[in-house]
């Protein structure tokens, strides 16, 4: 009777033990298999590798964000030397500064930002949103997954992200300065507006040619309101 208990409990030992290492196993698989998950995703199967921004691509108003393209860094540059007060040469000789240079840098930095794909992850992706004015920047956001952006996992799927839309560069064709009445939701989903000081800023720009999309259909050119909203230069809007 003794041997057949200390066998029993020899056995059930054996087994807890077994049990034990088996729910030990279980659980490193099920964690591998969530950080495998969470480290994948659509289009291609693989993510941009991501290129952090250092001290150069910063200031104390903006940030230049990851994997930006070389005509970005050039335009992020000049953002800089216009916030601290620097002229800035446009490709038609003539040089501006203060505010204007500000209002023309942002609206640049947002083109090639913003029309690029080459640098993206997926449609959720958007660039430029910080140059949007702070309040309409859920309301744009929304508008791109549903317009612009709607396609981009489609075309990164279907061609490769090496292969989409690039900037090459931005021209700025003339700037006016006035007001502008920014209209957008509030956090109450009600109707509000503000009437700010305002650059509206003409510009055109060109994409790269090695691309497997079509860029005659693209837009290429608008006025940019871009408004002051309590000292930092945003776009309250695009036509």
């Keep these: 009777m003794k041997n057949n208990k200390k066998k029993k409990i020899k056995v059930n030992g054996i087994l807890s033990l077994i049990l034990i290492v088996a729910c030990v196993g279980i659980a490193c698989a099920f964690g591998f298999n969530i950080y495998r998950v969470a480290s994948s995703k659509g289009g291609e199967g693989d993510t941009v590798a991501t290129e952090k921004a250092d001290n150069e691509y910063s200031n104390d108003q903006y940030s230049i964000g990851n994997n930006p393209t070389d005509i970005n860094k050039k335009y992020f540059k000049e953002l800089n030397s216009a916030l601290e007060g620097k002229s800035i040469k446009n490709d038609d000789g003539t040089e501006v500064s203060g505010d204007e240079a500000i209002a023309q840098e942002v609206v640049k930095n947002f083109i090639c930002q913003y029309y690029t ?38 075309y990164i799927t279907q061609d490769g992200r090496d292969n989409l839309i690039q900037v090459k560069d931005v021209i700025i064709n003339g700037t006016t300065a006035g007001e502008y009445t920014v209209s957008y939701k509030n956090e109450n989903s009600e109707d509000v507006s503000d009437n700010l000081s305002c650059i509206d800023v003409n510009a055109s720009w060109t994409y790269e040619s090695d691309t497997k999309m079509s860029t005659s259909d693209l837009q290429n050119s608008a006025v940019f309101h871009v408004v002051n909203n309590n000292g930092r230069w945003e776009i309250g809007g695009i036509e």
């Design 117 to 154: 794909w080459t640098n993206k992850d997926g449609n959720y992706d958007i660039g430029g949103m910080q140059y949007i004015y702070t309040p309409k920047q859920s309301d744009f956001e929304t508008y791109t997954l549903y317009n612009f952006y709607k396609d981009m996992d489609l």
